[in-house]
């Protein structure tokens, strides 16, 4: 991997670290349980776990349940495989936000009891009103003046459930007029019916993001709380609340750039909406912006960790051109996958001169450069197939695969040349005659004569019939956020991401190939035997990427 650059969060802590301002180096990854995670996310956990890593320190998986709505236990368990799935590992430093909720609620009322927080009966389209813009100061709520005993018994009435949903709420008592609107007195607590995948219906408030945050990081003595840029007007809220309550020592806020990408959407909102609508097979839709879509189209991890190293850690927000995530998994696989031979638009080839029943063997070693992973064996006969598209009746100038008369090189195994061609009533090609040259055994001739062309095969009686998807960027689109101005990302969808080819032919050693498992189909690009409709003996290959590079270093 290459080598690390010194972005500006590696930097606050080594002057950290270097003034004793901390000892240790204690990080937190905080999703929110209620989607799965996408590339955006794994840059964030490369991040958080790789400072833990780097610093000798720890990192925590929290995850961020304080919204009952919209959170479920089947997140919680995807989000977890993700994180393993990347290589990272929180061993035994899984926390919930809502083991803290008894502890939120003891702050809230010690918050009351300073007179820094208050009950407020306004509804929420008038607090809204009440908050003023950013040209205009907030007014104070009629309920602002509440008295601590006041205060204290309304927010004790709420958790007991004796107040309708939306009827109150408990804020911050902070300033009306504050130039950020974030400090005018910000909703802390709120009523919420609504059932928790883990506490079920204890309680019926909930705490809001910038209240439980703060004081969760703080709860896990967490130093360097790192998160996305759209916090950092909130960055004063996550200071008031824990030097208000005296806390020390006490975490601190960054913000660094989100990872946007073209092609892409990284929003679970979004993404949600592509799945509930039909628009991908689900969350693991190998063309999702999801790790689980990701890893089940073959894309490896430590490409990922790759990529998240080289985009680095920036202050401000840019785009990411995808060519470059996809540079990383080419260069990774192509050091990695076994080569292997797979036609994926067959046209059958008989080798006229060929024995009937003669079935020859060729050692083909699994790796031009990698010799420790071996070789297997692949049977050649008279009857092959090769790829529709390297024959052509009339070859332009520069087109050097098989033609009418022309020689040329079977990968591993003998020249051949073109004699004949049989076509069926329209004129299609069924089969391509050919001879084959026996001094040539094993794709080379003694007398040094040159074939410009080397085609892939496989063996007709022994090929696996196999179906193989092909994929391309789920929106046609760079930014699939530019729409017209009654439009939405929905019609940026590039109606050509998927292509499935339902008659390709495989070399028989595929047979047995490890759902999961990335090779490379030599001339063609990865593929990954598909780990949820791939069935014994009958594999079926999402193509991970091609071989063509878009990526301009
Ligand atoms: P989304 O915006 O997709 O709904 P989120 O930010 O609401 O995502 P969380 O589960 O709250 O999702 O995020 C967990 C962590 O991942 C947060 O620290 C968040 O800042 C970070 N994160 C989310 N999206 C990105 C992104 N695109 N780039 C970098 N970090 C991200
Ligand atoms: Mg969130
Ligand atoms: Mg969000």
């Not at 400072?51 to 089947?74: F, H, I, M, W």
């Not at 892409?264 to 979004?270: I, N, P, Q």
């Not at 071996?374 to 009857?383: D, I, L, N, Q, T």
């Not at 590039?494 to 490379?520: F, H, I, W, Y």
């Amino acid at each position: 991997e290459t080598g690390r650059v010194k972005h500006f969060i590696r930097t606050i802590i080594d002057e950290d670290l270097a003034s004793g301002k901390v000892e240790k180096v204690h990080t937190r990854f905080p999703p929110e349980p209620n989607g799965y995670l996408h590339l955006g996310h794994a840059k964030s956990i490369c991040l958080n776990f790789g400072l833990a890593e780097e610093y000798s320190g720890q990192c925590n998986l929290r995850l961020d349940d304080t919204n009952p709505v919209k959170e479920d236990v089947e997140y919680v368990e995807s989000i977890k495989e993700d994180v393993r799935w990347l290589g990272f590992d929180w061993q035994d430093r899984q926390f919930f936000a809502s083991d803290y909720f008894e502890r939120l609620y003891g702050y809230a009322e010690k918050l009351i009891s300073m007179g820094k927080a208050y009950v407020d009966d306004l509804s929420a389209e008038e607090i809204r009103k009440y908050r003023g813009t950013l040209t205009e100061p907030g007014t104070e709520s009629p309920y602002r003046s509440r008295g601590v005993d006041e205060n204290l018994d309304l927010f004790r009435r709420m958790r007991a459930g004796e107040f309708e949903d939306g009827s109150r709420v408990l804020r911050a008592k902070i300033d009306m007029t504050h130039p950020n609107v974030v400090l005018r007195d910000p909703t802390i607590y709120r009523i919420r019916r609504a059932h928790h995948h883990r506490t079920g219906d204890a309680w019926c408030i909930y705490p809001m993001y910038d209240f439980a945050h703060c004081l969760s990081d703080a709860i896990e003595g967490i130093t360097h709380s790192v998160c996305t840029l759209e916090f950092e007007n909130n960055r004063a809220l996550y200071d008031w609340v824990l030097d208000t309550l005296g806390i020390a020592p006490r975490p601190h806020q960054y913000e660094f750039a989100r990872l946007n990408l073209t092609y892409t959407v990284l929003s679970k909102r979004k993404l949600i909406q592509l799945v509930q609508e039909g628009h991908v097979s689900g969350w693991d839709d190998p063309r999702m912006p999801t790790l689980s879509g990701i890893r089940r189209r073959g894309y490896p991890a430590a490409a990922l960790r790759e990529f998240c190293e080289r985009i680095g850690v920036a202050k401000a927000d840019s785009t990411v051109d995808i060519a470059l995530l996809e540079h990383c998994v080419r260069e990774n696989l192509n050091a990695a996958a076994p080569r292997v031979l797979g036609v994926l638009d067959p046209v059958k080839v008989v080798i006229t001169n060929y024995p009937e029943d003669l079935v020859e063997e060729f050692e083909m070693p699994y790796h031009p450069e990698d010799e420790s992973m071996g070789s297997r064996k692949v049977p050649f006969c008279r009857e092959l197939y090769i790829e529709r598209e390297d024959f052509m009746e009339e070859p332009p100038a520069k087109y050097f695969r098989l033609a009418p008369g022309r020689e040329v090189r079977l990968r591993f195994s003998y020249y051949v040349t073109c004699q004949d061609v049989v076509k069926d009533e329209n004129g299609t090609i069924t089969e391509i005659h050919c001879t084959y040259d026996p001094e040539t055994r094993g794709g080379w001739s003694k007398d040094g004569r040159k074939v410009k062309g080397t085609l892939h095969w496989v063996s007709a009686r022994h090929a696996l019939p196999v179906e193989v998807r092909l994929y391309d960027h789920l929106f046609s689109k760079t930014d699939p956020m530019d729409v017209e101005d009654d439009g939405t990302f929905l019609d940026n969808l590039n109606p050509d991401s998927l292509t499935v080819l339902t008659d390709c032919r495989v070399e028989p050693s595929l047979a047995d190939m490890k759902p999961g498992t990335v090779c490379q189909f030599e001339r063609k690009g990865y593929f990954c035997a598909d780990v949820k409709d791939s069935r014994p003996g009958h594999p079926v290959f999402n193509r991970t990427a091609s071989l063509r590079d878009s990526w301009a270093k």
